[in-house]
């Protein structure tokens, strides 16, 4: 089997190029640029026949993409951070068109403070819009998931938007060993686009996207779309095992590690995933009964694969790139939720805080992770959620501090 | 305009083709000049709609429109007209579509998102060549919200906002010149009550390729408070008194489409409006009414010195 050593954007534009994309409304953001470099590169040389426009900002290059998508092409763009909320508006609004396209977001922390390495609040930020989301570890899975992606929103029992992500720096600027498949064999797994009803023909007019008065109708077309995000887990199940088929590579909802028989699981999104299934085996190997379970669906919530997974385990240790201020982790929220009240739900579901702003999360965070939730397990109690923050880092802060001229004891300049 | 096959008011389309029941407000200036550009752009045509008043002309279930639609949001509406351009051009070039199906992509705005929100995206699609007919129907103020100030709104003016004696401080934004400074295809202002020159207009341009601007002057009975009825009244009155200049950018060059060789006083077409009433009641406030004046002057000495 030839692999190719690629980064995780160059693996985002092969994506895009075996999906024979018609249409690409572009905008450069950091740290995704390099995706859409790739593709205009190809475009010069003639080795892809799509057609490129580069917009003025990411909220008129959503609404560009999703307005194609509406009249009849195969779209993909790509965006990250700032610009993911930049175009938010139309995120929500070109979801509710129901006109499937494929959006890459290169995962980096949100402002303030302004930074480009990673983590997880402005892909959360788009939790609630209505378009699907699978989250990616490796580069492979990034190749993967766009073919995948198109699928999943071109379905007649989805039609939606679907966006992939993959972190920053860790995965867009990480060179893996990658196989690029066939292109023939993916024009076999997925066929050109049908548009059906959602287009703009002059023989057959058609109103899109109009104004309701109402709740009535309001609800009607919202619950449309919730029920059609719904069926996507199910159909995600389907085509990930038809894609194994095709290349040899299965996906589910979920990616687990050593967790059948595992006592105490850690749940993370994205390429830090990695770095606990690392840790995983460094735990076991000191006698611990650990595993990992890895969402790839954020969004539909694979609730019922979850509960599956972590059916009877002693203690689950949630650990979130992000932070939702005055609450806590996202995702341990979303897991609460589902596992609430239902059988044989593990006793402790602990919350952490890491990895915000491409801050590590090493093999000693895990093993304190993996302590503080054994614990909990021990006192059948859940603690409160913890912000993962070195004795170390917070000296290297002080010091930052020092050369600004700050000093912490003021009162009102530093908590 | 020897070449135009409107010589006379005869020669307009005796029946309008967009459909009648709409939200609209009785009298809107807005719908009076949407019927003449419709009438000549015809069905062909899919409008993209930013937020605004003509966003209830299509509501679900029912349109107006014999062609196509597509509601975007206040800011992005020209970047719809490029993803639907754009897509149309691939399916044309691939050959997934015949000719005979191809559209006229239409943006439709009010002058909030025209003058204000919408600039950026416009400023964009003109610089990016884009195949396209902007039509603004510029009601001076965010008239679906209840007439708030906007970068339209003119000196003097009271609004939802600006209630106190002088009304609005600020001055009228030239959208036409900002527009025409990018060298688009074409620009053009218009009014629904001049039928005739609006018509001309509108063949003018949809005969041309590239983008292609309308504003179009909306009278609107709630937001400048007057009588329904006076609506084509208030808007010759404002060509004859040289507040709206109708005017065409073509070629890299500005020309006039209709000269008030004898110009009305402006307080002749202030005076229909309630908007203005503080400039005439309780007492006369000549500085204000001067400089409005003042200004039209200015406008006009540039062109016929």
Redesign the interface.
Known sequence: MKRTLLTGNAAAAWGMRLAGVDYLPAFPITPQTEIIETVARWIDTGEIDCRMVTLESEHSMITAAGAAAATGVRVFSATSSQGLLYGMEMLYTVAGWRAPFVLVNVSRGLSSPITLEPDHNDIFAARDSGFLQIHCATCQEVLDSIILAYRLAEDERVRLPVIVNLDGFYLSFTREPVEIPKSETVARFLPPFDPGNVRFRASEPVSQAVAVLGGGPYSYFRYQAHLAAMNATSVFEEIGKEFEEFFGRGYGSLETYRSDDAELVFVMLGSFATKAKDAVDRLRAAGQAVGLVRPRLLRPFPADAFRQALAGKKGVAVIDQNLSAGSGGILHRELTAALYGQPETPPVLASFIGGLGGRNIGPEDFFGIAAETSQAIAAGKTPPPRLLFSEGELKDVRQLQAIAGISPEKPGRDA | MSETRFQSLKDLPAAHLLGTGTAMCAGCGALEALHGIYDILG??T?F?NAAGCM??L????Y?P?????????M??A???????R??????LE?K??GP????QTVVLTGDGSAYGMGL??T??AIE?GLDFLYICYDNEGYGNTGHQSSGATPHGARTATCKGGHGFGGYKKDLFAIWAAHRPAYVATVVGAEPLDLARKVEKAKAMQGPRLLIALAPCPTGWDYDPRETVKIGKLAVKSGVWPLKEYIGGKTVHTKLPRKRLPVEEYLKTQGRFTHLFEPQRDEQTIQEIQARVDAYWHEFDG
């Open positions: 069905e062909k899919v993209i966003t209830l299509s509501v679900y279930p349109t429109f014999r062609g196509s639609w597509l509601y975007t949001a800011a992005s020209p970047a719809g007209a490029q993803g639907v754009d897509a149309l051009d691939i399916l691939k997934r579509i005979e199906d191809d559209l950026s995206a400023s964009a990016r």
